[in-house]
């Protein structure tokens, strides 16, 4: 009688496995999660900063006007 090799060698081993494939799919999320936010707020502060840069030029181009 020929013997196959067992396929479930060792459940705890296997069950680490599928611990560590899981906590590293939660790290991928999270990361993903992170470069969406950063990427739906990064383009507004970009936008922010130039209208606060263009107040400033509007009011040093009064100023200079007006002085």
Request: charged content about 15%; aromatic content about 4%.
């Amino acid at each position: 009688m020929t013997t196959a090799a067992s396929p479930h060698l060792d459940i705890g081993e296997q069950l680490a496995h599928i611990d560590r494939v899981q906590a590293e799919i939660h790290r991928t999320q999270a990361e993903l999660a992170a470069v969406k936010l950063e990427t739906r707020f990064f383009p507004v502060l970009g936008q922010a900063t130039l209208a606060a840069l263009a107040l400033m030029a509007t009011g040093a181009f009064i100023a200079s006007c007006l002085g």
